[in-house]
């Protein structure tokens, strides 16, 4: 099993842990909330019970995202399914709200008919405080899983517990004043209950919208990729870094600056060892490397430069009026010059190369546009190896 699946059948397994156990929590608090909140007519307490009912939707959100999100890339998503977490996020964001906005409508009504506010009964204060304490500890049991397994979608659930025993410690303090005579402060606290949920609402769908709109890892993430990269063997700099969050993953993508001179192969070579590195970080799903010989940023090549069948075509016909053919053409297409280096057969004798005195390379080099052109003879047929190398006569 590799490192990435072992990770995503981890993360998974947390999210159900911990879901279910808030699932059974919240529906025996929630009836308890809502039937005593009637007997002991609290609308605070009611209030509060209809947000566990929100939680205890949000966490059939949660376990169903979470089911779907750790699915394996397909045809339709060559990425994986890692955003299906952020569109839960967004709709548990949305829920959010519009529970909230419904509490505060319902204070209203109730503030606005003080008359009609009834005086509230001692065992709602009890329920208050069984429900605060036990919200309490599940924040802090599901935020330390869902910060082991790095995942923003229960870190966001857990959060949501938090803000439940926020809103259950404001309904213990309007329970105790509405107790001692203030009758307002009951309906007051079911209005704050309301606006905490509505607030901690637009603050998860915000987020999960920044995701969706291919928002980047922060800055100190982004900077531990770019030290990966950096430090790897062959990679010179390293420009255009760009990130964009799949979920709690994310995609990569940058260029890094090699020798210019080196082989395709070894550039290849770099380029994977790059993304290799890459690929230990936990939040990197994918990273896509692209090799430069030079910051493009800063010198772009030119695009009027020929091209190989064009440089090929020439030199064959310069040295084929001389008798002679090449083994290999290496160009370099440089923000210093078009430069090409010209690797003669190995069984070259001297009066062959001799011969080549008379090719007007300058006429070459001006019809090609190329700063150098360099001759270099093979050691054998079969090497890339060169015995010596030099600038032709200009």
């Known amino acids: 099993m590799s490192l990435s699946t072992a990770r995503a059948a981890e993360k998974h ?91 505060l409508w319902r204070a209203g009504e109730r503030i606005t008919n ?31 899983a869902a910060e082991r397994v790095r995942s923003a979608l229960l870190i966001a659930n857990a959060w949501h517990a938090r803000s439940d025993a926020a809103s259950s410690l404001v309904v213990a303090v309007g329970i105790i004043g509405s107790m001692a005579g203030w009758r307002l402060l009951d309906p007051i606290a079911a ?63 940058a260029h890094i600056l090699v020798d210019p001179l080196i082989s395709v192969s070894e550039g290849h070579y770099i380029a994977e060892s790059a993304r290799a590195r890459l690929l230990t970080n936990s939040r990197v799903v994918d990273a896509l490397i692209h090799v430069d010989p030079e910051n493009d940023d800063i010198s772009p090549a030119s695009a009027r430069l020929p091209t190989r069948s064009a440089a090929s075509d020439a030199v064959r016909n310069a040295l084929n009026a ?12 440089l923000s210093s010059g078009f430069e090409i280096d010209v690797l003669l057969p190995s069984d070259s004798s001297n009066d062959q190369i001799a011969k080549l005195q008379q090719v007007d390379f300058n006429a070459l080099k001006n019809e090609l546009g190329a700063r150098h052109i360099r001759l270099a003879r093979s050691l054998r047929p079969d090497a890339r190896e060169t015995q010596h190398a030099e600038d032709l006569p200009r």
């Open 114 to 144: 003080l008359q009609d506010i009834p005086e509230v009964h001692a065992s709602a204060l009890v329920v208050a405080v069984i429900v605060l304490v036990s919200k309490e500890v599940l924040f802090r049991y599901m935020l330390r």
């Open 13 to 103: 397994e947390v999210a159900r842990k911990t879901t279910f156990t808030s699932i059974v929590l919240n529906m025996v608090l929630m009836s308890a909330q809502i039937v005593v909140g009637v007997f002991a007519h609290s609308q605070a307490l009611i209030a509060d019970g209809v947000h566990s009912l929100a939680d205890l939707v949000s966490d059939f959100v949660v376990l169903l995202a979470n089911k779907r999100s750790a699915a394996a890339p397909d045809d339709d998503h060559n990425y994986g399914h890692s955003r299906y977490e952020t569109v839960a996020s967004l709709f548990l964001g949305a829920l959010l709200i519009a529970v909230g906005i419904g509490m």
């Open 322 to 333: 001389q008798g002679m053919s090449f083994d290999q053409l290496n160009l370099h297409y």
């Open 191 to 253: 209005a704050i209950v309301g606006f905490m949920v509505a607030r901690m609402g637009w603050t998860f769908g915000w987020d999960a919208l920044q995701d969706l709109s291919d928002r980047a890892l922060d800055q100190v993430e982004s900077e531990k990729l770019r030290t990966l990269l950096i430090e790897t063997p062959g990679v010179r700099d390293v420009h255009e870094l760009r990130t964009r969050k799949m979920g709690d993953l994310a995609l990569v993508d």
